[in-house]
């Protein structure tokens, strides 16, 4: 699968007001040739599923500065799962503590991303996850 071919929805869920770094994400993404769509903020997990199945993505990137993450994480999980969409890797960014980061992992997070990550690492590792995922039939 070609850059240009990914779809990622970049979202800022719970109440966290912080968006620069995922405006950079979603920039960096966009240089690389993938198609964002960025939620803005303060979204519930409903809304964000809801967008991941209108604009049909490859992938979801979340957001979360606020230490929700073990609350907003499962939740956003959980209902893709409900809506059909569980097979969409997921992506987190942010302040998260490794124990917590394993944990999502566990939880079906393809990765999570700490402050001080590159862009091009981030890049790296969205791409190879997306390209490994079996065809939607």
């Known amino acids: 699968m070609s850059r240009s071919q990914l779809?990622?929805?970049i979202a800022k869920p719970g109440l966290d007001g912080h968006d620069r770094g995922a405006k950079v994400i979603a920039r960096a993404l966009r240089d690389a040739g993938m198609e964002v769509i960025?939620?803005?903020?303060r979204?519930?997990?409903d809304m964000i599923v809801e967008a991941a199945l209108q604009e049909d993505v490859?992938?979801?990137?979340?957001?979360v500065l606020s230490g929700a993450h073990n609350v907003l994480v499962p939740a956003v999980l959980q209902a893709l799962q409900a809506?059909?969409?569980?097979?969409?890797?997921?992506?987190?960014?942010?302040i998260i503590p490794e124990d917590d980061a394993a944990a999502l992992r566990a939880q079906g997070v393809s990765a999570?991303?700490?402050?001080?990550?590159?862009?091009?690492?981030?890049?790296?590792?969205?791409?190879?996850?997306?390209?490994?995922r079996p065809p939607v039939n």
Do not use: K, W
């Open 7 to 9: 779809r990622v929805l």
């Open 38 to 41: 960025y939620t803005g903020l």
């Open 43 to 45: 979204q519930t997990p």
């Open 58 to 63: 490859d992938a979801v990137g979340l957001s």
């Open 83 to 94: 809506r059909g969409l569980g097979d969409v890797p997921v992506f987190v960014g942010g």
């Open 112 to 132: 999570v991303f700490g402050p001080g990550t590159s862009t091009s690492e981030i890049i790296r590792v969205m791409e190879s996850v997306v390209a490994d």
